[in-house]
C-alpha cells in the first residue's frame, strides 16, 4: 500500500486511519481491499458507475435473485434473451392505448382454435340466433316436433367435370338416415355424346341408379335433353329412398363417354331414425 505520510495517518490505538482532504488511497495491482474479511472484488469503474446511479440498497435489492425470463414476485422483470417471460399476473393491460376488456376465461376460449382471419370474417355480420344455426346440426332433426324438409342440390357441367365414363360427385352430401321424399333434374344444356347419343346416364344416392336409373341419351323417354325431369322419388313411400351411412349425390356415364351437358339435381329430404 502506497502511503503519502504527510496526509495519512494512523490515530492513536492504531484502530482508525485517517486520511484528511486530498489524501488518497491507493490499492496498487496484486493488492487487496477487504472489508470485514471479504474482498471488494468490484473494479473502480464499477463502482463509480453505481454512484452516479442515485441507486438505493432498497432499488438494487430488486435486482437481488432475478433470473432472466423468469417472474419473480416483487422483484424487476427482467425478460430473457428473446424477449420472453414466463409468466405474468397482470390487473390491467393496454394495447396501443386500447383497453383489453377480455378475461382470461374468454381470452382463453381461443386456445386451440385454428381458424384464419379470413374465416372468422366469414361470421361478420351474421345476424342468425343459436336455435337458427342449430337447425343446421343434423342430429336435431331426428327428434319429434316440427321439422323443416331440407333440399339438396348437386351438378353436372362438362366443362368443369368432363364427361369421362364412371362416377362423378355432383357436390352434395346426405347425412345417415336421409329419407329422399321427391325431387326433380333441371337440364340447362343438353347431354350429348358426339357419337349415336348411346351414352348412358343414372343418377344415385344409396344404390346404383336409384334416383334415375341408367338410360341412354338416345331413348325416346330419357331425361337428359332440356327441361325439367322427374326423378324416381315422387312423395310416396313406395318410392322413397334412404341413406344407411352418408352418402354422396353422384352421376354415373356408361357406353360412350359425353361431350356436352349440364344439368342440376335437387331433391328434397328428411332425416329419420
Known amino acids: 500500500m502506497a502511503q503519502d505520510t504527510t496526509k495519512i495517518r494512523s490515530e492513536p490505538g492504531g484502530k482508525r486511519l485517517a486520511i484528511p482532504t486530498g489524501g488518497e488511497l491507493d490499492v496498487e495491482t496484486g493488492g487487496a481491499l477487504k472489508i470485514a474479511g471479504i474482498t471488494v472484488t468490484a473494479s473502480a469503474a464499477e463502482i463509480n458507475a453505481m454512484s452516479g446511479g442515485g441507486l438505493s440498497a432498497a432499488e ?10 423468469t417472474l419473480t414476485n416483487s422483484k424487476a ?3 430473457g434473451a428473446s424477449g420472453e417471460i414466463d409468466a405474468l399476473d397482470v390487473t390491467a393491460l393496454s394495447v396501443n392505448g386500447t383497453a383489453v376488456t377480455s378475461t382470461a376465461a374468454e381470452l382463453n376460449i381461443l386456445d386451440g382454435v385454428t381458424a384464419t382471419a379470413a374465416e372468422l370474417n ?6 342468425a340466433t343459436a336455435a337458427e344455426l342449430n337447425g343446421l346440426d343434423f342430429s336435431a332433426l331426428a327428434v ?3 321439422q323443416a324438409a331440407r333440399v339438396a342440390r348437386g351438378t353436372y357441367d362438362f366443362a368443369a367435370d368432363g364427361g369421362s365414363q364412371g362416377t362423378i360427385n355432383l357436390g352434395a352430401q346426405l347425412p345417415a338416415n336421409a329419407i329422399v321424399l321427391r325431387g326433380m333434374i333441371k337440364v340447362v344444356t343438353t347431354c350429348a355424346d358426339g357419337v349415336a347419343d348411346a351414352a348412358t346416364i343414372a343418377v344415385s344416392i344409396e344404390g346404383a ?17 332440356v ?12 318410392n322413397a329412398v334412404e341413406t344407411t351411412i352418408a352418402r354422396q349425390l353422384t352421376m354415373t356415364i356408361g357406353g360412350v363417354d359425353l361431350t356436352a351437358g349440364k344439368f342440376h339435381v335437387y331433391i328434397e329430404y328428411f332425416v329419420g331414425s
Open 60 to 69: 438494487l435489492a430488486v435486482l437481488d435473485g432475478v433470473t432472466p425470463g
Open 77 to 79: 422483470l427482467v425478460v
Open 122 to 127: 366469414i361470421l361478420d355480420g351474421v345476424t
Open 144 to 146: 319429434d316436433g316440427l
Open 209 to 225: 341408379g336409384d334416383l334415375v336409373v341408367a338410360i341412354a341419351i338416345s331413348d325416346g323417354s330419357n331425361p337428359w335433353d
Open 227 to 238: 327441361g325439367i325431369k322427374d326423378i324416381i322419388p315422387d312423395g310416396t313411400a313406395a
